[in-house]
């Protein structure tokens, strides 16, 4: 039957916010002015490619031209693809720019999302045909191998937190008092904008609500702009503030407080002890 939980906090690690707006906590969707949603894209292996040629030929744009050849006939064909080394023999990784050419879909409304993952395992399909048709020798007997068990979502909702991280936060390496975390990588808005960009540090201000008490977010729907959103949505950054979040909670349910009044420099200190270490890379490119 129903079941209560009463939770002294609690951690939204959801990726789409969707405990902090059902619990009345204020978010944003989407590019400011829009609403414009990154694509998603479902990832894949490709099996019995030449992996070395296949590498080659995804050099520059000379793949993704010979793509384009074919694309009456396989309308699906995303925009631009990417090839990756797989740890197996003969395996190749796909990412590509997924549903950007059908159109914005969002993931928080079943509809979409049915409709993100039917077109996706189409494309696909698309896909691997495409290079085995213009992909010469490499890909000649190229053969789907395995896909992501579902369509990656790049962005949804983002709570509306005590600070909201920018664009110029990330190209410019900022540093916080309140830093509970950094992110590296690159601001990577899915096939629309690459770019690079400064570690630069998470304030403990963007995992908490303006309003609500008891919640703590972590990963891609931590409070940021649509721009600073791609800077921090890799799994290593996800897991960063995750990290944060998950002993932030413990501390102020151990305390009976909530996690707005908790001691900044004290989640430094546990931080530390479990190996985090909040001056690293500071202020330097990736």
Not at 11 to 22: E, K, Q, R, S, Y
């Amino acid at each position: 039957g129903l079941l209560r939980v009463r939770a002294k906090v609690v951690v939204d690690a959801t990726g789409d916010a969707d405990v902090a707006h059902f619990a009345g906590a204020e978010t944003l969707k989407g590019r400011e002015g829009d609403g414009f949603l990154s694509p998603m894209t479902l990832n894949f292996i490709i099996a019995n490619v030449d992996v070395p040629a296949a590498l080659a030929a995804a050099r520059g744009d000379g793949l993704n031209r010979l793509l384009e050849r074919v694309r009456p006939k396989y309308p699906l064909l995303p925009e631009r693809l990417g090839l990756a080394r797989f740890p197996l023999a003969n395996c190749v990784t796909v990412n590509h720019a997924g549903t950007k050419l059908r159109g914005m879909l969002d993931g928080t409304k079943l509809t979409d999302m049915t409709e993100a993952e039917r077109y996706s395992r189409r494309q696909a399909i698309q896909i691997v045909q495409a290079l085995r048709e213009v992909g010469g020798p490499a890909f000649s007997q190229a053969q789907l191998a395995a896909t992501g068990t579902q369509v990656g979502v790049r962005e949804t909702r983002r709570l509306k937190g005590l600070y909201l991280l920018t664009e110029e936060d990330a190209k410019t390496g900022r540093r916080f008092d309140d830093a509970i975390a950094w992110r590296s990588g690159f601001l990577d808005i899915g096939f629309v904008r690459y770019e690079k960009m400064q570690v630069h540090d998470v304030p403990y201000r963007a995992l908490l609500p303006v309003k609500l008490d008891g919640l703590l977010v972590a990963g891609r729907c931590i409070s940021a702009s649509h721009v600073a959103a791609s800077a921090g949505k890799s799994i290593g950054n996800c897991m960063a503030t995750g990290h944060a979040a998950g002993l932030a909670a413990a501390m102020s349910a151990a305390q009976n407080r909530p996690p707005r009044a908790l001691s900044v420099a004290a989640l430094q200190q546990a931080l530390a002890k479990d190996g985090v270490d909040l001056r690293r890379n500071r202020g330097q490119g990736t």
